[in-house]
């Protein structure tokens, strides 16, 4: 298969149409879309990525009023969250809209929708006219790409289409949240924090277990992984620098022996650093990662939980 790498939303869209995969950009990590309503262009995606057939999609949508033709119902306070934090990097879980192709849900009853912060995801998916579903454009398991030239690494020549964007803001997925309850529960954590939840819900809570078949991507299996060992410190003197070794984390002494080492300012940074830091590491054939703990408030959250989810701990 031929991939085209494209700046036209025009002409990624038009792939949609034609029930193919295309992948985007978003603010969260680049994406790989198929026809949520088409069940033979959803197949697609998780062939391209090797993907198992019970891990669900997320629905992407351009506008609000097209959540209805995602979701059956919403309760109030799901709305209160929509006009809060959307468009943005939130998931929310609620019951499907029968149209939605089965295999977007993994057989489920629920699915997940959510509306990027991406001028060209906007237009793409505006240009698209349907839901869009779509995980990570990689391959299962690896980190989640955060540019078009990641995409193109992973999957160039398994898909038809790549439109290109900058790099993503966030650099990790969309806070996934059930709403099918009396109260919101976090299913995954990502780039809206529990903290900005509770200033809306205050009942918002994460969630103790999971289902057999989870509601969300990113729970079931080993995530984000890259080919190096990942092992979590607390610091730099935890480590071992060699040059078959990486460091990533926010605080640093003076050794310069890591064959590759990643000093992050902010959470922030290091959240949009991670994976990207990871895929660099497999290009110079690293073996030993080593990423520095942060407190597990804000973003930090889903950072600890992205880096648990590729270590070997």
Not at 11 to 36: D, M, Q, R
Not at 208 to 232: E, M
Not at 260 to 282: G, M, N, P, Q, V
Request: aromatic share 8%; glycine share 6%.
């Amino acid at each position: 298969m031929h991939t085209i790498i494209t700046t036209s939303y025009r002409t990624a869209a038009k792939f949609i149409s034609n029930n193919e995969t295309t992948a985007f950009p978003t603010e969260t990590v680049y994406g790989l879309g198929a026809n949520a309503f088409e069940s033979t262009a959803v197949k697609k995606i998780f062939i391209a990525k090797g993907r198992p057939s019970d891990n669900p999609l997320i629905v992407h949508v351009a506008e609000v009023d097209q959540i209805p033709s995602v979701a059956s119902s919403m309760p109030r306070y799901a709305e209160k969250l929509v006009e809060e934090f959307f468009p943005g990097p939130l998931t929310l879980v609620l019951p499907k809209n029968k149209k939605i192709a089965m295999n977007v849900t993994a057989g489920l009853l629920t699915v997940g929708v959510r509306i990027p912060n991406n001028p060209i995801a906007k237009k793409f998916l505006k240009e698209c006219g349907v839901p869009v579903a779509a995980p990570s454009a990689n391959i299962s398991g690896s980190p989640s790409p955060t540019t078009w030239q990641a995409v193109k690494n992973d999957l160039n020549g398994r898909i038809p289409c790549i439109l290109k964007g900058n790099p993503s803001r966030i650099g990790v997925e969309s806070t996934v949240l059930d709403c099918t309850g009396s109260a919101p529960v976090i299913l995954r954590a990502g780039g809206i924090t529990l903290e900005q939840l509770r200033k809306i819900i205050p009942a918002t809570r994460l969630q103790k277990h999971q289902g057999a078949i989870p509601k969300s991507p990113g729970l079931k299996y080993r995530h984000y992984s890259p080919f190096a060992y990942v092992f979590i410190v607390s610091s730099m003197k935890e480590t071992v620098p060699l040059k078959s070794s990486a460091y990533i984390g926010l605080h640093s002494n003076e050794n310069n022996n890591f064959g590759l080492k990643k000093i992050c300012r902010t959470e922030e940074e290091y959240a949009r650093s991670l994976f990207h830091f990871f895929r660099e590491c497999d290009k110079k054939n690293i073996e030993t990662i080593y990423c520095e703990s942060v407190s597990e408030a804000g973003i930090g959250l889903a950072i600890m939980d992205r880096i648990r989810k590729a270590s070997y701990q």
